[in-house]
């Protein structure tokens, strides 16, 4: 069982930035894990990600909260934009889905093994057919119809839920609605979508007839953070497949699941383990 | 040395078509080194590649004039569009390029090795980078400068070249200027280009910087025969590279070239095995 | 809902056997959906695939029973072994498995989704975690304890169950057993194994251990038909994903197993296609 | 032009080490470009690579004798393994080739191109194929007749060529000859060799036809850094391409050399960039 905390840093690039994180760290005996760093030199920018274990070999437990206390004046003092994080807080994670199950199958499944580090309390759909396998995975299921007409009262329900479970990410795999501005802008670079394209190429809907018609030789599926602008949000994660002439709409659909499945459960992966950090329209991903 | 027939034939689909083709083959005695078919069922159309050899082992000749002059009230009865190729005669290829050479370099070395079953007899520029290279590799190189005011004398000239060299393909190599529809006209998808992204995303100039732009997790490139529409024409192949937020503008630019190098040689060589066939804005590539 | 009929021949090559099998095709008035050759020169082996509808659209049916005895004597004629497969037969398959449950639920789940044509009327396994979803699925789960002393009585129990139920295909899906010479005779390239390794490399046990050490940077994964010789039989497909120094072992694995899934579903989904056509430790794979 | 420096370090993990290190940096004032660390927990093993420039914007140089002299006793406290680089000494690369020039022209195109940051004082070949393109990239080029019976002498003959030269790396651009374990010993680490094949599948000679033989669905190509065990020391890089029933051990060995191409230069440029750190049979590559 993990027990660690990541701390991810963003600021404007000067000198001295690792030395004093690290020299803090240091100071408070931090056994770190993992760390890593990026520059973007054409913004200026700094980027960090650091991970150490919580609880050490020698028994000398790490005092988290000290070291935040004494981390805000670093922070402050660089213009840093930082977030701390502890793996025994779970991230409490909500799937929305409509009809095609893949993704959530996927998702559901890993969970269950392991492979994504959080809770997942609730599944909000407006279709019925995700119900039976979030039985049998345990998870709640609220089926919430959606027309246009309803969508302002049906989001506010959503919402509710949301709130109500303490959900910090919403999943969307392959939910085939739009989400509103006002939701988006609730959950800022917390809504993480799947689309079955290799954007920014077939925005929009039916990438996949759209990429037959093209006659194109690969097809992709895009994972992205959600924001107000169609498919337009930073993207996370990316993957193609090749296709022939041999391969019709529905096999191109076939193939694309395994890479929405793919993108998507990376996605989440990297987000519940505190691996991305977004700037701009952008992702920094650190492995 | 290779000594064989290329039959290809597009035509609408009905029953009959493969034992009437394969029928009159065995009636010659066609020793078949390789069949391929394909159907778009969408499109109602039937596509099929035979290639077999002209001297046999036991010594026996095809008589390849007598086939042809068999098969054309086939071809007619079928309503087929039809090309029969012997590889006794090669293509003549002309190569266009500007400044960035890696293309050019690349397909005059695996010409050199017997990877492209062609001629070369000249290479055309707007620049002078190039001439060396074609001088190493004993190939013309005629240089032409371009502006556009003079791009109709230029093209004018170009085409009196080709004409003289008997080319029957021009591959774009990274030129970077953009034809006039009369030259796509007389070359009707005989001019095989690629472009530095992975269309139909990027269509246009600095798709690398776009690419960064947007920060997508792939980069990409395309081989295409040309058409008067920029960048839309019928997709031969296509690739695609990870890269990570540590890539700039440059490491992107620098990853695409080994990808650009990719699909233009694989696209000239199958055209050059009369493995691609074209229909509407797609090929089918017989592997 | 599919309704066709496939023909798989292997033989030793020569002259007119497409038009023997294209003309016996069209005299019978088949409408082809797909076909498609190879020839293995080295071998002097022909082998083809050949597809159509049975219910043809002006309603004519294809008359199977009449076809298959036309084709006998064209069969013994050019030595052919073929075979003739009807898609309203759904193959019954079993899967075995282990603890690892990951394939089982990708099978299970793509098997609801309709992407592998058959029926699974059981599952065998040596311990019980399986259960829970096989019920979900509503399949047969069949526990047998297996001991070294007690392999030969549960061998036993399993081929008693495999043939009340009817079995055609064995998928072992991370079984980690050794299944007995006998058990592999009886089922001759009909049992399809997951290695997780990219064969030959990293054969036997603990592959993703061995690769580790090893440094590689690339690992793999290997469906193939089982033989008596360990991962050694027929390769159907293999897949390859990247990683660096920064993976370690738990890292490969979890990798591994979204190889393991994607080979192993695609050779089950080939095989139940009748797209396979294994000669010698070969596989042709028609797609 | 790049005007930077490069400390990479090797030592057994332990608290303290970022801040020891870029403390120091900080001190003197370095403006870091990129950074990276890795731990091998199994190992106990701590590896960091920093780059920061020498010549500052504010006009400010590095002095890179003082800090190099200031760190030294950190480097001994901290039994840190450490070399310190500077961009200014290009690194002197010999390339050894036989007969197949694909590599060679390969590696020859990327250094004119200023891929590859390095001198390339002299070829050495057991062929003379290879002249002509020396002589077109003027570089020199020594013949170096080999037998088994005069392989002493002329080893000798090559490191008197590469001492006179400088030589630092040693770059096996498809030699087909057995380096003596004298050889080896004399340049550790400090030579690259591409295996045709994904290792450590089809170690030894003609990969291609084992791979052929075997029916594998994926070929693949490595390069590692030579030890005195054929094919089996370190590997820097690996990649695939996929094949089918269709290829041929000529279609093999045409496509393999493509992924030789990569998988060479890849390591050539990494190796020169100072990104490798090789500990026992294994490599850390920073990007």
Chains 1, 2, 3, 4 share one sequence.
């Not at 345990?138 to 839920?161: C, W």
Request: aromatic share 8%; charged share 25%.
């Amino acid at each position: 069982m993990k027990d660690s905390a990541v701390l991810l840093i963003t600021c404007p690039d000067q000198k001295g930035l690792v030395a004093a994180v690290s020299g803090e760290l240091y100071r408070f005996g931090a056994n770190i894990i993992h760390a890593d760093q990026h520059r973007d030199h054409d913004e200026g920018l700094f980027f960090m990600r650091v991970e150490w274990t919580l609880s050490d070999e020698d028994g000398q437990p790490f005092d988290i909260q000290a070291f935040s206390n004494a981390f805000t004046p670093i922070a402050q003092n660089f213009r840093m934009d930082s977030q701390l994080h502890v793996s025994a807080v779970k991230p409490r994670v909500a799937i929305f889905v409509s009809q095609h199950l893949h993704c959530l199958a996927d998702l559901l499944h890993r969970h269950q093994m392991g492979e994504l580090d959080c809770e997942i309390p609730l599944i909000i759909s407006n279709h019925t057919d995700g119900e039976p396998l979030a039985r049998f995975y345990g998870i709640q299921f609220h089926h919430i119809a959606l027309t246009a007409a309803t969508r302002p009262e049906n989001e506010a329900k959503q919402i509710v839920l949301l709130e109500a479970a303490g959900v910090e990410l919403v999943v969307l795999a392959r939910y085939m609605q739009i989400l509103s501005p006002e939701f988006v802008r609730r959950y800022p670079y917390r809504v993480i979508n799947v689309h079955h394209s290799f954007l920014p190429a077939f925005i929009g809907a039916r990438p996949y007839h759209a990429a037959y018609k093209r006659g194109v030789k690969l097809i992709g599926a895009t994972s992205h953070y959600v924001t107000e602008e169609l498919d337009d949000g930073p993207i996370i994660e990316q993957d193609v497949a090749r296709i022939s002439h041999r391969d019709q709409v529905d096999d191109l659909i076939a193939k694309g699941r395994d890479l929405e499945r793919m993108v998507l459960s990376r996605a989440v992966a990297w987000h519940l383990d505190r691996r991305i950090l977004r700037y701009g329209n952008k992702t920094v991903i650190f492995d």
